[in-house]
């Protein structure tokens, strides 16, 4: 079992920023991919961005050039640095990790941290 602990949502105002952790723990051989989704009410839960081990990263659209991704993989722990935020960033964002569970085996196993608010006023 992975637990992840994210920290870093609020209410921020537009053109405002947050910064949003999240740490892994519990039986992990090694973290594959690191990354971030939200979901909108009434709306489908969409990538943000995600990193990989190596530190290739991957955004949204809507996002790239105000949120960076990064991950300190000594920690587990992956960080979304969120800039010049708008209405449009509200939603609960929720953490995602790929990894493996055991050396022995290459097999992927994934898991979901229970979400952080962030609401950006106009």
């Known amino acids: 079992q992975v637990q992840l602990v994210e920290s870093g949502g609020g209410l921020v105002q537009a053109g405002g920023s947050l910064r949003l952790s999240c740490a892994a723990s519990?039986?992990?051989?090694?973290?594959?991919?690191m990354g971030w989704y939200r979901q909108a009410p009434g709306k489908q839960r969409e990538l943000v961005a995600d990193?990989?081990?190596?530190?290739?990263?991957n955004y949204a659209d809507s996002v790239k050039g105000r949120f960076t991704i990064s991950r300190d993989n000594a920690k587990n722990t992956v960080y979304l640095q969120m800039n010049s935020l708008k209405p449009e960033d509200t939603a609960v964002y929720y953490c995602?990790?790929?990894?493996?569970?055991?050396?022995?085996?290459?097999?992927?196993?994934?898991?979901w941290g229970q979400g952080t608010q962030v609401t950006v006023s106009s």
């Open positions: 519990g039986s992990i051989f090694r973290i594959n991919v």
């Open positions: 990193i990989t081990r190596g530190g290739i990263t």
């Open positions: 995602n990790v790929r990894y493996r569970p055991r050396a022995y085996s290459s097999s992927e196993s994934d898991s």
